[in-house]
Structures are given as structure tokens and as C-alpha cells.
């Protein structure tokens, strides 16, 4: 991280300054998370790179803050004697959640304020398109545009198959070809790696996101595992959330947490990942059409005459069911959270009232 760099080339876009201007927080200034490490976090500011812990009044009262995480901007009350104190979480352009590990229920943020998301797959053993769909959704849900780059092609005689198979896949999305070993492709993503721009990585362990940032960088600065070569797996290198600024200006934020990614709510997403499927739905004769065994149903029709595949509508309807119950789940949660809340209001209206009221007497 680059220590003479001030907020605006970790992407404080003018407007977001010029909106705090407006607001004037006073003893506050801006910054962004660089890095996660449990209750403490990295922070880049104008100020320079600093430490911070959150502020416990604001945060763990249940709904104040969305809990930071990296690519986020917060404001500081910041303290050049030791840690800084985060006081809030700024609106975010996109993010990305998965389940929470921790509670097994609701969500996490994992990364935000990125540009776009670099889904990545190898060439060799890792290319999966049922993988890819669901990449997509999720990178569609984000916020972001999504952008598929195929790596070590420097392993394969010839990828012109696989390359028109993922076009398929993935409608309406760049896709590049590259391999950073022989350096093939990287100056085809140049519209994508401007200065200020964030970039997510997506992608299995193994496929080469260290080697692909080491090559972006133009030097080493991300360790790069050994795979197995039977079936070109390894372990995930990332060991936490960061966000790394190259020379060049660009931010990457490359974390654990995205490779354990689960299917949330992601109804934007599939609208945007599976166009070619939602396209025959208004075509159908009933409006509340199942796209099952109604008569005069479009999907069906695009299926056996081909213009659909069955795989693709398989995996529409498999990611559907998957938002569904996530929305379902995420209901469910948010009224049980209310009346948690309620209950606890109860009790301690009850508590300063002596116990009186609501309750049953022996006398």
C-alpha cells in the first residue's frame, strides 16, 4: 500500500467528498478498509495507512451500522497515538454477502465499492459453466460488471471450444483469454485497470489469482501455492480480507470469504446472468405461466426446438429455488430479529416497573 497516497487514489470519488463537505462531519474524516483482521481494521486515509477498532455504542446496537468490511469507506475519528475509532459505515455502490459462518443464518459482507468483478476460471482442469452461471448471478447482484477471464492458456494446445462455450454462458460479458506466464492477454483488460478503479477476483482455489496479480503488478507480491498436477487444485493463499493497490493506480481485493460465497437473494442477478432464458416468459399464453406443462408455453417450446438448452433452463430453475428460500429464510429471520427486539423492550419495561405489570400474583 502505497503510504503517499491520499483517499482519492483508493477511489474517494469527488462527489462522495464533496457530499461529506456538505454534511460537515466535524472531528471525522473519511477513509477505506483496506484490510480485515477480526475486531481491528486497516485503514488508508489522508492521513496515511492506519489502524482502527469500532466504535462499540454505534455498531453493537442491533441495526445502526452495517459492519464494515474491505473496500468499504467509513468515517474515523482518528488518532495519531494508536488506533482510530470507526463511528460509521458509508453507503456502498455494490457489495458482495455470503451466509454468515459464524451465526450459520443471515449474512456477511465480504468485499465493497468495486468496479468490477473478474470471475476466473482455468483453462485446463477448472473450466465448469454450471460454476460460471452462478458466478454470474452473483457477480450481476453485486452491483458490478461482471468480466470472465480464462487463465493459464499457456497449458492447453488450443481453447477455441471452451472459449465459444463460455461466450455462450456468459452473454453480454467480456471474456478474455490470458496467461501469466507467458504474459498473453493482460493488455486486452486495460479498459478494465484504470487508476482508481477496485477489482473483485472470483474464482476456485488453484485457478491462479496470485499469479494473475503478480502479473498485473508486474512483480511478486502475492505468494503463489504449488497445485497438484493430477487435477490442478491447492490451497487458497489469501489467509484474510485485503485490498491491495498496485502502482498502477487499480485496486484488488482478493479474500477467503469469496470462494465460500452462498446463493443469497439474487433475483437482479438472475434476471441479468439468464436473460436468454427470461426472454421466452412474456411469450407464454398464461401470465402465471410455471413454465412447466401448460399449454402454450414459450420456455417449453424453446427447449424442444432447441433454441434453449435444457441445462440452461435446469440451472435457472436450480438458482431460482436457491434465491427463493434464501429470500424465504431472510424473512423469516428479519420478523424473528423483531420480536427478539420486542421481548427484550418487555422485559426491561418490566424490570423498572418492579415486575408488576403483565404478570401473574399469588395474593
Not at 455494490?94 to 483453462?123: C, H, W
Request: with cysteine.
Amino acid at each position: 500500500m502505497n503510504m503517499m497516497a491520499g483517499l482519492d487514489a483508493y477511489g474517494f470519488l469527488p462527489a462522495m467528498r464533496a457530499a461529506l463537505d456538505a454534511r460537515g462531519s466535524i472531528g471525522e474524516i473519511p477513509a477505506r478498509v483496506t484490510a480485515v483482521h477480526k475486531e481491528r481494521y486497516a485503514l488508508a486515509s489522508d492521513r496515511g495507512e492506519c489502524y482502527g477498532r469500532l466504535k462499540s455504542a454505534v455498531y453493537f446496537n442491533v441495526g445502526m451500522q452495517e459492519f464494515p468490511t474491505t473496500g468499504d469507506f467509513v468515517l474515523i475519528c482518528y488518532n495519531e497515538q494508536g488506533d482510530s475509532t470507526i463511528t460509521q459505515t458509508l453507503p456502498r455502490r455494490s457489495y458482495f454477502a455470503r451466509k454468515n459462518p459464524t451465526l450459520g443464518e443471515g449474512e456477511q459482507a465480504v468485499a465493497a465499492n468495486f468496479d468490477s468483478v473478474f470471475i476466473m476460471q482455468s483453462l485446463n482442469h477448472d473450466l465448469n459453466p454450471r460454476r460460471l452461471e452462478r458466478y454470474l448471478t452473483l457477480a450481476w447482484q453485486s452491483g458490478a460488471t461482471p468480466v470472465v477471464v480464462l487463465t493459464k492458456a499457456d497449458l492447453v494446445d488450443s481453447y477455441a471450444e471452451q472459449l465459444s462455450e463460455i461466450q455462450r454462458v456468459a452473454a453480454g460479458v467480456d471474456v478474455f483469454v490470458v496467461s501469466a506466464k507467458t504474459g498473453y492477454g493482460y493488455e486486452a483488460l486495460g479498459a478494465y485497470l484504470s487508476p482508481g478503479k477496485t477489482i473483485v477476483l472470483l474464482g476456485s482455489s488453484g485457478v491462479g489469482k496470485s499469479s494473475f496479480v503478480n502479473a498485473l503488478a508486474g512483480e511478486e507480491i502475492m505468494a503463489v501455492n504449488e497445485i497438484r498436477e493430477d487435477d490442478s487444485k491447492g490451497r487458497h493463499t489469501t489467509t484474510h480480507r485485503q485490498l491491495i493497490r498496485l502502482n498502477s493506480g487499480v485496486m484488488i481485493i482478493d479474500t477467503p470469504g469469496m470462494r465460500e460465497l452462498g446463493m443469497l437473494d439474487v433475483t437482479a442477478g438472475l434476471s441479468e446472468s439468464f436473460a436468454d432464458v427470461e426472454q421466452y416468459f412474456p411469450l407464454c399464453r398464461f401470465s402465471d405461466c410455471s413454465h412447466g406443462r401448460e399449454p402454450g408455453c414459450s420456455v417449453q417450446a424453446a427447449i424442444a426446438s432447441g433454441e434453449l438448452p435444457l441445462s440452461r433452463y435446469e440451472s435457472y430453475r436450480k438458482l431460482q429455488r436457491e434465491s427463493k428460500y434464501a429470500e424465504n429464510q431472510a424473512g423469516y429471520l428479519k420478523i424473528k430479529q423483531q420480536r427478539t427486539t420486542e421481548i427484550a423492550k418487555f422485559s426491561k419495561a418490566l424490570q423498572k416497573s418492579g415486575g408488576k405489570h403483565g404478570t401473574f400474583s399469588d395474593d
